[in-house]
C-alpha cells in the first residue's frame, strides 16, 4: 500500500469511536454548512480548506502543501486558504482518505497503496525494483503516466478523491535491530514491518525476511517490544520517527521506490468554481516540483544526523540478487499490467 505511509503511508489502524465520532460530527458540519450558505455567496465567503499528512512540521511534503496553501491565499486575496494538521492529528492514511471522501478535510497526502483496489494500475508502483532511479520515476510521474493515473483517480466514480499531484518519497530500505543486511541470508528470520498491502508483505517474504503488515503509528511500540526487529523507509521517515533509537542498523536495499500521491476531497471539489479549482490543479503542479527540492534537501540532512546518532548505514554488494529474489512477486502481481510496464521501463 506507497503509506504510511511512506511518505507514509498506509495506515490500517481502526479508528476510535472517539475519532469516528470527530469525522462524523465535522462531515456533518461541514454539510449542513454548504447546504445553509446563499449560492450567490458561496463564492466570495471564505473557505478554510484543511490539509493532513503523517508527518511532521518541516516534512517536505508537509512544506510543500503549506507553501501552497500561502500562494492560494496570496492569488485569491485570501478568500481561500489552507490550514495544515501534520503528525497524524487527524489519523492515519486509512481516517485521512475517510475524512476526505465526506468532504471532512480537503487535502491529503497519502501512499499510492490504499488506491490500488481503486486504480489496480497503480499497483505496478508498488513493484519491487519497479524503476531504475529516481530520476526514471521522476519521469514518469511528470509524464503522461503519471497524469493519466491521477486521471484515473479522478474519473473514479465511488473514491470521492481527485488526484492532483505526485510527490517524491525516495528510496525506500531495509532496518533493524540485529545486523547489517548485505545479502540475502541477513535477512533471514528477521521480523520487518511492511505497508498493509500483500504486495508488501509478499516483498519482504520473496527476500528471506517476515513481513508482518503493520501501521506506521504502532511501529515504535512494535519495536521496543520486539514484536518487530525493525522496518523498512526511506531515510528522512526513519530520521524523523527516531527509529534509529530502536534499529540502528540501516541497510540500503533500495527494493521499494513509490511516489506518493495528493489527493483532494471531490464532494468540496465540485463545490468550487472552475477558476478556483483551476488555481489549485495549478499550484498543486508547482507544489510536485517543489517538495522534489525539499526532499532532495532533507534527505542529505537525514543522513548527516543518523551518522551523528550512530546509525550503521551500509550498501548491499550485490543488489542484482535481492532483484532476481523477487520473481516471484512479480509473476503474482504484474502479469495483467504487462503494457503499461513496458511503456514505464521505455521511459527515458
Not at 27 to 45: D, E, I, M
Not at 72 to 88: D, K, V
Not at 143 to 165: F, M, Q, R, V, Y
Not at 233 to 243: A, F, K, T, V
Amino acid at each position: 500500500m506507497p503509506g504510511a505511509q511512506n511518505g507514509e503511508e498506509t495506515h490500517m489502524t481502526t479508528p476510535s469511536m472517539k475519532r469516528r465520532g470527530f469525522i462524523g460530527a465535522t462531515g456533518a458540519a461541514a454539510l449542513t454548512t454548504a447546504a445553509l450558505r446563499p449560492r450567490s455567496a458561496s463564492a466570495q465567503a471564505k473557505l478554510v480548506l484543511k490539509a493532513t499528512d503523517v508527518h511532521p512540521t518541516g516534512y517536505p511534503t508537509v512544506a510543500a502543501v503549506e507553501a501552497m496553501g500561502k500562494k492560494l491565499e496570496a492569488a485569491t486575496g485570501g478568500r481561500l486558504s489552507i490550514q495544515m494538521f501534520p503528525s497524524m492529528q487527524l489519523g492515519g492514511e486509512k481516517e485521512m482518505i475517510e475524512q476526505a471522501q465526506i468532504g471532512a478535510l480537503q487535502f491529503a497526502r497519502i501512499s499510492v497503496g490504499p488506491m490500488g483496489p481503486l486504480v489496480p494500475e497503480m499497483n505496478v508502483f508498488n513493484l519491487p525494483f519497479m524503476f531504475r532511479d529516481e530520476k526514471h520515476m521522476e519521469a514518469v510521474i511528470d509524464g503522461p503516466i503519471g497524469d493519466e493515473l491521477l486521471k484515473k483517480l479522478s474519473d473514479h466514480p465511488t473514491a470521492g478523491l481527485i488526484g492532483l499531484c505526485w510527490m517524491n518519497s525516495g528510496t525506500r530500505n531495509v532496518y533493524n535491530s540485529k545486523r547489517p543486511i548485505e545479502k540475502l541470508e541477513d535477512l533471514k528470520g528477521l521480523k520487518i514491518r511492511m505497508m498493509g498491502n500483500p504486495l508488501f508483505v509478499d516483498t519482504m517474504n520473496a527476500l528471506g525476511g517476515n513481513g508482518v503488515a503493520m501501521g506506521f503509528d504502532q511501529l515504535i511500540n512494535a519495536m521496543q517490544t520486539g514484536v518487530v526487529d525493525g522496518a523498512e523507509n526511506n531515510e528522512p521517515s526513519y530520521d524523523s520517527g527516531q527509529h534509529y533509537r530502536y534499529a540502528k542498523y540501516y541497510s540500503r536495499t533500495g527494493h521499494l521506490m513509490i511516489p506518493e500521491l495528493l489527493v483532494f476531497s471531490k464532494r468540496t471539489w465540485n463545490s468550487l468554481s472552475k477558476d478556483d479549482q483551476a488555481l489549485i490543479a495549478k499550484f498543486s503542479r508547482e507544489a510536485q516540483q517543489e517538495q522534489r527540492q525539499l526532499w532532495y534537501a532533507r534527505e542529505q540532512e537525514s543522513l548527516k544526523r543518523l551518522r551523528e546518532n550512530g546509525v550503521v548505514i551500509n550498501d548491499v554488494p550485490n543488489k542484482q540478487a535481492f532483484v532476481d529474489a523477487v520473481k516471484p512477486v512479480w509473476d503474482k502481481y504484474a502479469t495483467q499490467h504487462k503494457a503499461l510496464i513496458e511503456r514505464i521501463v521505455a521511459v527515458r
